[in-house]
């Protein structure tokens, strides 16, 4: 399943902001990935914004966030289409 949460540039400076919080609080990426859950393979992607497969999930997100004391909220944006033969439109944008 894939999560569009985060654009590829916004993940990059979020894993940097990350990892300066994590390297501020005095822990180690391996120290960090297993307080969070998470393995330090996952973390090193957040960190260096090569996520592999799109953005990260977004539980996985929050468990690390949580970890590290970091509050974080996700915004969900949803744009419906439908799509007949030539032309498609725009149904429902929910913010």
Known sequence: MGYDLLKN?????FGAKLRTVRE??????????????????WL???ETGKHL?????PEKLLNYC???GIKLELTYNVTLT??????TEKVKEDK
């Not at 540039?9 to 400076?13: E, H, N, Q, R, V």
């Not at 497969?53 to 999930?57: D, F, I, M, R």
């Open 9 to 13: 540039a916004d993940i990059s400076l």
């Open 24 to 41: 501020f609080k005095g822990l180690t990426r391996s120290q960090a990935a297993e307080g969070a859950g998470v393995s330090p393979s």
């Open 53 to 57: 497969n799109g953005t990260p999930a």
């Open 66 to 68: 949580n970890s590290l």
């Open 44 to 46: 090193q992607k957040i």
């Open 82 to 87: 439908r799509t007949n033969k030539n032309k």
